[in-house]
């Protein structure tokens, strides 16, 4: 159980997303690199990136593993297929011009077997030339910059008031931000979920990347949907965005 994920309309109060950053940040990277119109969007969520790139002309499908997700985001954008599956275990049948996983979906591959998997199913559904798009927490911040203290957010939906506390930590063997975060609301609650995401650098990212058949087309801290300014040096900021392309065969050995 995931208290945002089975409730995507909160979901969506609580991190809104008006402008439609996340998926013109695609749009952009695809029209730079000529990445092509068929898109398969992993970890779609509610599908409000993959419906907003549907009405900008691209023929899109999402995939992610929560059935709530998927039935909200059926609901609001009909002309998306949509199809529950998990990020290391997809098989859809059909090559995409453009693989995206966005909002660091990427690192909930905890582990390198994960992370291998998910890039082998990306591979293998791409057309030779394809783009992979990713976009993700920055292990190279995390892992040299304090991490914020507790934090508290409160968010209205429905007309009831719902307050998260937030606590983050590094588990540094494990190589993992976790996050733990208790919600109660008029009558409810407390209700604690706990969740992580791995910490890539960058070096190693690419390193990924190039074994499993991708050519890093650009690896960047900023500009993008969700990074906050800075003025450190290069790959240093929060956020971490990816290019690659299919540079081998999705059949190679």
Known sequence: MNFLTDNPALYEAQFPDPGHRAARFVDGQVRRFGGGNTLLDVGCGTGRDAGYLDRLGYDVTGIDVSEPMLAHARERHPRVRFARADMRAFALGRRFDVVTCLDSALLYCHDNGDLAAFLERSRDHLRPGGLLIAEMRNGAHFLTHPLPAPFTRTVTHAGITYTSRTELWLDHAAQLLRRRRTWTWPGGGPLEQRSAW?????????????????EVLDLFDQPGPRAEPHDGPPLSADRLHVVARLVKDPDHA
């Open 198 to 214: 791995r910490l890539l650098f960058p070096r190693e990212l690419a390193y990924f990347l190039t074994v499993a058949g991708f």
